[in-house]
Nanobody, 121 residues
Framework: QVQLVESGGGLVQAGGSLRLSCAAS????????MGWFRQAPEKEREFVAG??????TTVSTDSVKFTISRDNAKNTLYLQMNSLRPEDTAVYYC????????????????WGQGTQVTVSS
């Protein structure tokens, strides 16, 4: 199975940018569809972006300013976040599943521990 570790979160001012990374070990991420989700306090985990094994991507309508990418050679998934707003504050998680990427969190097989992103106004 694959182990996932997110990094790159932190505190940023509104309008700023961050790039999150999700380093995988145990198996190659090329075998999986990958996704980014986020969860704000007292809210459900929500889909941010997904990328299939072939590289095609899906981004939620609330996250059109985000770009998901994968580097199979580095076994790492990325999320570039631009024009951040306070409502983007959440814990961000990466996830993997054997089939195609999906917007439903419960359909993913493996999860990282999350990285906190805080956007100040």
């Amino acid at each position: 199975q694959v182990q996932l570790v997110e990094s790159g979160g932190g505190l940023v001012q509104a309008g700023g940018s961050l790039r999150l990374s999700c380093a995988a070990s145990g198996r190659k991420i090329s075998a999986y569809a990958m996704g980014w989700f986020r969860q704000a306090p007292e809210k459900e985990r929500e889909f941010v972006a997904g990328i299939n094994k072939g590289g095609d991507t899906t981004v939620s309508t609330d996250s059109v300013k985000f770009t998901i990418s994968r580097d199979n050679a580095k076994n790492t998934l990325y999320l570039q976040m631009n024009s951040l707003r306070p409502e983007d504050t959440a814990v961000y998680y990466c996830a993997a599943r054997f089939s195609v990427s999906d917007t439903v969190a419960d359909r993913y097989d493996y999860w990282g521990q999350g990285t906190q992103v805080t956007v100040s106004s």
